[in-house]
C-alpha cells in the first residue's frame, strides 16, 4: 500500500551552510524507492509516496542515506498526510493569526519532546502567543520572528529536535499531499 507523506529537513540551506541542492534530494528519494517525489522552497520540503507507513522508520532512512550519499547531517520529521491534517486542524493559534509568515509550526519526531515547552506556556509573551497541539506546537510572533523572544526561550528549549515552518508552508505542502 502506498503512503503519501512530507519529509522535514531541519536547517539546511541556511546561510552557506549545509547546502543541498532539491534536485539532488529528489534524485536520492527516487533511488531509495519513493515516487511522485516533489519538493516545495530550497528549505528541505519534500512530498512523496512511501511504500512504508512507519514515518519514524523512513525519517531515519533518510537521515543515514542523506548523510551518506550527500554529505550532509540533518534532522528528518516525517509525517503522514493524515498527520499533517491534524496538525492543521489542531492550531488553535488561527484567531490571533494575520500574517501567515509569523506563525510557526514546529515538527518533532518524538511527540514527548513537547513536554519540554510546557514551562514556556504558563510565561507571558506580549504579542507572541504558544500553543501545544498533540503532533505539533505552534507559535505566533506578533512583531515578528527576528524579534521574538519566545521563538528564542523555544529554540533554546528544544534545540534540534524541532523544525519549524511558516503557515503558509504547511498550508502549501497539504495542498502538495
Not at 486542524?89 to 510557526?104: F, G, I, T
Amino acid at each position: 500500500m502506498a503512503h503519501r507523506q512530507v519529509a522535514l529537513l531541519r536547517g539546511i540551506n541556511v546561510g552557506k551552510a549545509k547546502r543541498v541542492a532539491m534536485a539532488d534530494l529528489r534524485a536520492l528519494l527516487e533511488k531509495l524507492g519513493y515516487t511522485e517525489v516533489k519538493t516545495l522552497l530550497n528549505s528541505g520540503n519534500v512530498v512523496f509516496t512511501s511504500p512504508h507507513a512507519n514515518t519514524r522508520a523512513v525519517a531515519a532512512r533518510l537521515e543515514k542515506e542523506i548523510e551518506a550519499k550527500l554529505g550532509i547531517q540533518a534532522r528528518v520529521m516525517v509525517l503522514s498526510g493524515g498527520e499533517l491534517t491534524s496538525i492543521i486542524k489542531e492550531n488553535s493559534l488561527l484567531k490571533v493569526m494575520d500574517n501567515p509568515s509569523r506563525l510557526l509550526v514546529g515538527i518533532v519526531n518524538d511527540h514527548a519532546d513537547l513536554a519540554k515547552i510546557e514551562p514556556l506556556r504558563k510565561q507571558e509573551w506580549g504579542n507572541d502567543a504558544l500553543a501545544v497541539g498533540k503532533l505539533a506546537s505552534y507559535l505566533w510572533c506578533g512583531d515578528g520572528i527576528l524579534e521574538s523572544k519566545l521563538l528564542a526561550a523555544y529554540s533554546k528549549s528544544l534545540k534540534d529536535s524541532v523544525t519549524t515552518r511558516n503557515w503558509s508552508t504547511i498550508l502549501k505542502l497539504q495542498a502538495m499531499l
